[in-house]
T-cell receptor, first 107, second 117 residues
């Protein structure tokens, strides 16, 4: 299966702390994308990292990619209550999603 | 620049009725994808279309489900004779050209929530 698998399934932290979510996959990829989904809403694209990139930043987000381990991580620094959402990694041309990590940031 | 527009946002159908979900891609996007999300699960790919063509329907159930993306107008996901198990959120996404694996961002709509009673 190409499916990305996120870990942990759920994460609860305090505002201001950092949150790290991991994604593992099984096939070779051209790129990997991370999305956020607030409850009852659509998916918001966060970041795309290509297979020849090791790290990418966007604001408080930092994504790493290790193609030798077939894994990626999403780090959210200085988290805010508004970061509370589910986070998904997706791979492949038609996007194969994992189950997601449910992040809860407590004020 | 409007995003991916889906309607209706919420739809209630009785068992056996038909559900039609519409999706207008972002301006300039000719590639459309449909996904289904069951409660507390991730999104599952259903179908990938370009204008007037179905490119990949490997995720579509074999019966009752169909999708189209005509030359003019929105993409339609049609579910005939709905059953309770069809209750889910259906998301449409679009990209300007072949998405994901080619490095193109795929943008999502807000979803259509189907409830079958």
């Amino acid at each position: 299966s190409q499916q990305g698998e996120e870990d942990p399934q759920a994460l609860s932290i305090q505002e201001g702390e950092n949150a790290t979510m991991n994604c593992s996959y099984k096939t070779s990829i051209n790129n990997l994308q991370w999305y956020r989904q607030n409850s009852g809403r659509g998916l918001v694209h966060l970041i795309l990292i290509r297979s020849n990139e090791r790290e990418k930043h966007s604001g408080r987000l930092r994504v790493t990619l290790d193609t030798s381990k077939k894994s990626s991580s999403l780090l959210i620094t200085a988290s805010r209550a508004a970061d509370t959402a589910s986070y998904f990694c997706a791979i492949g041309g038609k996007l194969i999603f994992g189950q997601g990590t449910e992040l809860s940031v407590k004020p | 620049n409007a995003g991916v527009m889906q309607n209706p946002r919420h739809l209630v159908r009785r068992r056996g009725q038909e559900a039609r979900l519409r999706c207008s891609p972002m301006k300039g996007h000719s590639h459309v994808y449909w996904y289904r999300q069951l409660p507390e699960e991730g999104l599952k790919f259903m179908v990938y279309l370009q204008k007037e063509n179905i490119i990949d329907e490997s995720g579509m159930p074999k019966e009752r489900f169909s999708a189209e993306f005509p030359k003019e107008g929105p993409s339609i996901l049609r579910i005939q004779q709905v059953v309770r198990g069809d209750s889910a959120a259906y998301f449409c996404a679009s990209s300007p050209s072949r998405g994901g694996g080619s490095g193109n961002t795929i943008y999502f709509g807000e979803g259509s929530w189907l409830t079958v009673v």
